[in-house]
Every structure is written in structure tokens, then in C-alpha cells.
């Protein structure tokens, strides 16, 4: 029985365009965030076979594909919702996201300033990666992650509220080796809404983590 299952998209396939193409859209969560939910599902299987057969030879390789996989289908979960025809701009306390906006230029020193940092963590990602900001609830601060792949150099315990795909797949069809120009572009489309219910909702959870 799957455990994992594929979100639907939010929106058509044409409701980010022309910032992405209905093609990517298209290909990126109907191809590829579904093979990292079937890569999740099948994992689990295959943990389960070991665990019933009391044989480990393969479970190293087996937690780097569930690590990865799981990663996956979790970061383009969150990516879907992040984007929206009518976004952009900045969050701004008229728009009902004030309190988003106050923690990002308290931690960031302005918002110009958070916009630098994560384009720059995304657009230098070295290989196929992610640009994140997240909550991290040891200190109640926000900062921005540089994910490589889907899993690598993040801070335990951090929770993702907006993320930046910059894996080929998600701009080569329409920007080709132009990373740089497809993450500015991707600021139009933020959802600032969706930004600041994750930031409310990673806050209220974030006493579940230590314990004291």
C-alpha cells in the first residue's frame, strides 16, 4: 500500500507562465515529483523486506534513497503551493503578512537583503540543489539553507516555508543555462500567503523539538 501520494497541482498548467512555461510545469511535477513519490513508496517496500528478512547488505544505499526520495516529494510539495499566478512583489503588512515580513527584516536586515541572499544560495547551488528559507526553532530565527540535492547541508530540525527549485528540470526547457535569469524571474510568482501560513504553523510546532 502507498504510503506517499502525488498533491495535485493548485492551479493549471499554464498559471505561471510566462515566468514558467505550461511545458515545465508540466514535466516537473507529472514526471519528476512523481518518481520521487513512487522512489519513496518503493523504498519503504524494500525496508520492509529487509527488516522481515533480517538482511542488511543493502541498508546504507536503502536510507540515502529514502533521505532522498522523501526530500524530494516533501520540497516539491511545499514548491507547488509557494507559486502563484497573481504573486510577487514583497510581503507587506496590508497584505494580512505582516508578521512575515517584520521577522524577515529583523533576521535579514531588510527584505532587499533576504531576496540577495536566497537568490544567490539558489543560483549557486553547486550541482542540482535548492535554495530554502526555513525556520529553525532551536532560535526562533529564519535563515536561508543552501539544499543540495534534495537533503544535503541543512540544519536539523529547520522547516522549510520557501524554496527554490534549481535543478536543471525546473528551467532548462525555457531559461537553458541561464540559472541566474530563472531564479529572479521566480520572485514574481512567490506566494507570500502560502510563505506566511508555513511560517505561523512551523512557529506553533516548534516547542516540539526539545524537549526540556
Same mark, same amino acid.
Given at each position: 500500500?502507498?504510503?506517499?501520494?502525488?498533491? /495535485?497541482?493548485?492551479?493549471?498548467?499554464?498559471?505561471?507562465?510566462? *515566468?514558467?512555461?505550461?511545458?515545465?510545469?508540466?514535466?516537473?511535477?507529472?514526471?519528476?515529483?512523481?518518481?520521487?513519490?513512487?522512489?519513496?513508496?518503493?523504498?519503504? /517496500?524494500?525496508?520492509?523486506?529487509?527488516?522481515?528478512? %533480517?538482511?542488511?547488505?543493502?541498508?546504507? &544505499?536503502?536510507?540515502?534513497?529514502?533521505?532522498?526520495?522523501?526530500? &524530494?516529494?516533501?520540497?516539491?510539495?511545499?514548491?507547488?503551493?509557494?507559486?502563484? &499566478?497573481?504573486? &510577487?512583489?514583497?510581503?507587506?503588512?496590508?497584505?494580512?503578512?505582516?508578521?512575515?515580513?517584520?521577522?524577515?527584516? /529583523?533576521?535579514?536586515?531588510?527584505? %532587499?537583503?533576504?531576496?540577495?541572499?536566497?537568490?544567490?544560495?539558489?543560483?549557486?547551488?553547486? =550541482?542540482? =540543489?535548492?535554495?530554502?528559507?526555513?525556520?529553525?526553532?532551536?532560535?526562533?530565527?529564519?535563515?536561508?539553507?543552501?539544499?543540495? %540535492?534534495?537533503?544535503?547541508?541543512?540544519?536539523?530540525?529547520? *522547516?522549510?516555508?520557501?524554496?527554490?527549485?534549481?535543478?536543471?528540470?525546473?528551467?532548462?526547457?525555457?531559461?537553458?543555462?541561464?540559472?541566474?535569469?530563472?531564479?529572479?524571474?521566480?520572485?514574481?510568482?512567490?506566494?507570500?500567503? %502560502?510563505?506566511?501560513?508555513?511560517?505561523?504553523?512551523?512557529? /506553533?510546532?516548534?516547542?516540539?523539538?526539545?524537549?526540556?
Amino acid at each position: 500500500m502507498a504510503i506517499y501520494t502525488l498533491p /495535485e497541482l493548485p492551479y493549471d498548467y499554464s498559471a505561471l507562465a510566462p *515566468v514558467i512555461s505550461p511545458e515545465i510545469i508540466e514535466l516537473h511535477h507529472d514526471k519528476h515529483h512523481a518518481t520521487y513519490v513512487k522512489g519513496a513508496n518503493d523504498t519503504l /517496500e524494500q525496508l520492509a523486506e529487509a527488516r522481515d528478512k %533480517d538482511q542488511w547488505g543493502s541498508i546504507n &544505499g536503502l536510507e540515502k534513497n529514502l533521505a532522498f526520495h522523501l526530500s &524530494g516529494h516533501i520540497l516539491h510539495s511545499i514548491y507547488w503551493t509557494n507559486m502563484t &499566478g497573481d504573486g &510577487g512583489g514583497e510581503p507587506l503588512a496590508k497584505d494580512g503578512v505582516g508578521e512575515l515580513a517584520d521577522a524577515i527584516a /529583523e533576521h535579514f536586515g531588510s527584505f %532587499d537583503r533576504f531576496k540577495a541572499q536566497l537568490s544567490k544560495a539558489a543560483a549557486t547551488t553547486q =550541482g542540482s =540543489g535548492w535554495g530554502v528559507l526555513a525556520y529553525e526553532p532551536v532560535s526562533g530565527r529564519l535563515v536561508v539553507e543552501q539544499v543540495y %540535492d534534495h537533503q544535503g547541508n541543512v540544519g536539523q530540525g529547520s *522547516v522549510p516555508i520557501l524554496v527554490f527549485d534549481a535543478w536543471e528540470h525546473a528551467f532548462y526547457l525555457q531559461y537553458k543555462n541561464q540559472k541566474v535569469d530563472f531564479i529572479e524571474a521566480m520572485w514574481k510568482v512567490v506566494n507570500w500567503q %502560502d510563505v506566511a501560513r508555513r511560517y505561523t504553523a512551523a512557529k /506553533e510546532r516548534a516547542h516540539n523539538l526539545l524537549l526540556t
